[in-house]
């Protein structure tokens, strides 16, 4: 597993998962396809259908903090010990002066977001500031499918596209604004074809 820098503050690694903890991704998203729903986005004190507003047209659920315990998608939730390797640590330790050592000093908790993408679907311009976020880990999986293009762009300082790839991971400061375009294809495909986002939407903990 190799990081490199996209950008001054977005990290990137190619082939990230092993084949066998992949398989146990899979597994676990299959038994979450009913979890899958029209995402709920907050406006003021409202709160209305993503699909509604141009926001996002994909499927998403979340895993709370406070249900990380309880809940049985645990190979998902056991990407924490991925994204907080000791390897990314020494690859921000060794080459990065910037954000990313904030990651390396402090303990953090998140919430799970979980995302799938099928024809047409994409996700507008955001930033993941929400929940007092302040890094995103993001993994994209996506089997060989007919579905293409859906590429990540990112606003940092200025707009730059990243092609996505099956078991491709980006870790940035949440306050980043990002989107993925839409994806083109002749036909929905299969629920193990789509594109599937999942996220750790990390915080600091806070010493009390």
């Known amino acids: 597993m190799r990081y490199n820098f996209f950008s001054d503050n977005i990290i990137f690694c190619e082939n990230y998962l092993s084949e066998d903890y992949l398989n146990l991704i899979y597994m676990d998203l299959l038994n979450a396809r009913s979890l899958f729903n029209i995402p709920k986005w907050r406006e003021g004190s409202d709160i209305i259908d993503a699909n509604n507003n141009s926001l996002c047209s994909a499927l998403d659920f979340w895993i709370r903090n406070e249900d990380i315990q309880k809940s049985n998608l645990q190979n998902i939730i056991g990407l924490s010990r991925?994204?907080?390797?000791q390897g990314l640590k020494m690859f921000?330790?060794?080459y990065s002066n910037s954000v990313f050592k904030f990651l390396e000093e402090r303990k953090f908790e998140w919430d799970i977001h979980v995302i799938s993408y099928n024809k047409n679907n994409y996700y507008n311009w955001h930033t993941d500031g929400a929940l007092k976020?302040?890094?995103t880990f993001n993994l994209v999986l996506q089997k060989p499918s007919s579905l293409?293009?859906?590429?990540?762009?990112?606003y940092d300082p200025y707009e730059k596209t990243i092609p996505v790839k099956h078991n491709f991971l980006t870790v940035f400061p949440s306050y980043v604004p990002h989107a993925m375009t839409p994806l083109i294809g002749e036909k929905e495909v299969a629920f193990a074809e789509q594109r599937f986002s999942i996220q750790f939407w990390c915080r600091n903990i806070v010493s009390i």
């Open 133 to 135: 976020t302040v890094f």
């Open 148 to 154: 293409t293009e859906g590429k990540s762009i990112f």
């Open 92 to 94: 921000i330790k060794n």
């Open 82 to 85: 991925w994204f907080f390797h």
